[in-house]
């Protein structure tokens, strides 16, 4: 099954969290273009210290999703629906469009995303 992870999956990787750490490990993941520029983001501002080469590590390990025009028309419908933000929608959509069943996050944004194709998966409320 093709999983799906965003920006707040990497913050749940670094901090140990059993879940991300599972998944890193034993799932075939895919994320978006638009989670390395947040995390790139959050490189430039000191974030991630103990995990320099994270951009490099990402693109090495799992595939990473582009912003194609068909993800950011998806995008548009989808924060037009759910009153999602526009970043967040196009996550969503480019891990949609990959064909990811289930995608894990820390952003309640996603949950507003209710369809039976995809199961989306909070880290935050996991145990």
């Known amino acids: 099954m093709l999983t ?3 920006t707040g999956f990497f913050f749940a990787l670094e901090s140990q969290h059993h879940l ?3 998944i890193w490990e034993e799932r075939e993941i895919v994320t978006s273009a638009i989670v390395l520029y947040e995390l790139q983001r959050k490189l430039l501002h000191g974030h991630f210290e103990e995990w320099p080469t994270l951009i ?7 595939e990473v ?3 194609t025009p068909e993800v950011a ?3 548009s419908h989808i924060a037009h629906g759910t009153g999602m933000p526009g970043l967040d ?3 969503l959509s480019s891990l949609l469009e990959a064909g990811c069943e289930e995608i894990y996050t820390t952003d309640s944004h996603l949950e507003l995303y209710r369809k039976a194709a995809v199961k989306i998966i909070n880290l935050k409320r996991s145990t």
């Open 20 to 22: 991300a750490l599972k």
């Open 56 to 62: 490099t590590d990402i693109q090495n390990a799992i």
């Open 89 to 91: 929608a196009l996550i």
């Open 65 to 67: 999703v582009p912003i």
């Open 73 to 75: 028309l998806k995008a």
């Open 4 to 6: 799906g992870v965003d």
